[in-house]
């Protein structure tokens, strides 16, 4: 199947979780079989280098030149659903349409999915959501964290999803959450990841610290959640003792890892290096909504993970440590596996087991929602009429 996908915002480089979102989502589309036509609508602008990334991964790809804008993102009012769309997308849309025999369409967010409305009804309609978007800033206000991006009403967000046959939710409470004013169905489609575990030893040899990572951006988030560590970890000094935290990505550069107890690697270009040389992996994530990215890929590399409770929705967890309810229990967690280091063993077993059969639940359902169609696998141009 020829399937359109159109996104606000690239998929390359995979620097933000949303971006790792989008491009592992096409990557598993293509794996099933499916040809990927990436429009990217140039939203956030383009570099060279990351074009001709998008260019060598899908088999094509459309740009639209950015047009830079101020967008109100403050949270003083709710923004209209197609407040932030970019009207040439549609025309864009139309033109790929008329030549090719598009199978399905895949907007990336309700907010940028306008162009759903002239699409034949013949060709099925998909919203991935990523998020909650309806009061989003009312519950970053709610979390102690300051609004940005965007955030709609219900109604509004209801609006875009009905442009839509089925809207993705990437987890279960989000996908309740939708349901309850979504006029289409809903389904839950996670983070698409492959296995990479690193079976290098972990656990300190005598004489040196354990090495606890954390990979992250620098949202709005991940800052509050480094704020927050940093104050819980100056009443744990003894840490200091048995720790080195090894911070990864851009949230190097947010004054909240200003802390000397972190040692700064910023942008890593091989999280796989990065992963391996860490004995434990940290996700203190408080607050937030959506799928904690960094969790999964945490979980495919094999690494023992502590994390909140916050850091692990949308993932089925069976170990103690995977829903830490708070910042002071997970600075103890560390103070008992400082204790007893053989804890992380078990730790690590029960997230490659859960990370296995996530996966493969992801991917049984994208297989029912994208079945093979062997009357539009051309990749010439349109098959027919």
Same mark, same amino acid.
């Given at each position: ?6 996104? @606000? ?5 995979? %620097? ?11 990557? $598993?589309?293509?794996?099933?079989? !499916? ?72 907007? %990336? ?10 699409? @034949? ?8 959501? !990523? ?21 709609? #009403? ?64 620098? %949202?709005?988030? %991940? ?22 935290? !090894?911070?990864?990505? $851009? ?65 089925? #967890? ?61 990749? #010439?141009?349109?098959? !027919?009429?």
């Amino acid at each position: 199947m020829h399937i359109l996908v159109t996104s @606000p915002i690239p998929s390359h480089p995979q %620097n933000h979780g949303n971006r790792s979102r989008v491009f592992k989502l096409c990557q $598993a589309l293509q794996r099933e079989g !499916h040809a990927i036509h990436f429009l990217y609508a140039g939203f956030e602008g383009l570099t060279q280098g990351q074009e001709l990334a998008m260019r060598a991964e899908w088999d094509f790809v459309y740009v639209l030149p950015h047009k830079p804008k101020k967008r109100q993102q403050d949270g003083s009012r709710p923004h209209m659903i197609d407040e932030w769309f970019i009207p040439e997308v549609t025309d864009t849309v139309q033109t790929i349409l008329s030549r090719w025999n598009i199978g399905a369409v895949l907007a %990336n967010y309700a907010w940028f999915s306008q162009h759903l409305e002239k699409v @034949p009804p013949s060709i099925i309609k998909y919203i991935d959501s !990523h998020d909650r978007f309806a009061d989003r800033h009312e519950k970053l206000r709610a979390d102690g964290i300051a609004p940005s991006w965007f955030s709609t #009403t219900k109604k509004e967000e209801a609006k875009g999803f009905a442009r839509a046959d089925r809207i993705f939710a990437i987890q279960e409470e989000e996908a309740a959450v939708f349901e309850s004013y979504c006029p289409v169905p809903v389904d839950v489609v996670g983070h698409f990841l492959d296995a990479q575990f690193i079976d290098r030893p972990y656990g300190a040899t005598k004489g040196q610290k354990l090495k606890a990572g954390f990979m992250a951006s620098d %949202n709005a988030i %991940n800052r509050r959640t480094m704020a927050d560590l940093c104050s819980a970890l100056k009443e744990f000094p003894e840490l200091d003792s048995v720790y080195d935290f !090894h911070i990864a990505g $851009a949230i190097c550069s947010c004054e909240e890892t200003a802390h000397p107890a972190f040692i700064k690697h910023g942008f890593v270009a091989d999280q796989a290096a990065f992963y391996a040389d860490m004995d434990l992996v940290l996700n203190p994530n408080m607050g937030g909504s959506g799928l904690k990215i960094k969790s999964v890929e945490a979980l495919g590399f094999g690494r023992p993970l502590i994390a909140t409770k916050d850091a692990m929705i949308g993932i089925p #967890t069976t170990h103690r440590l995977h829903q830490v309810p708070d910042m002071q229990s997970f600075c103890k967690a560390l103070s008992e596996i400082a204790g007893d280091p053989s804890i992380l063993s078990g730790l690590n077993a029960a997230g490659r087991q859960e990370f296995l059969a996530y996966q493969e639940k992801q991917r049984s359902t994208l297989r029912r929602l994208f079945p093979q169609d062997d009357t539009s696998d051309d990749t #010439t141009g349109k098959a !027919h009429g």
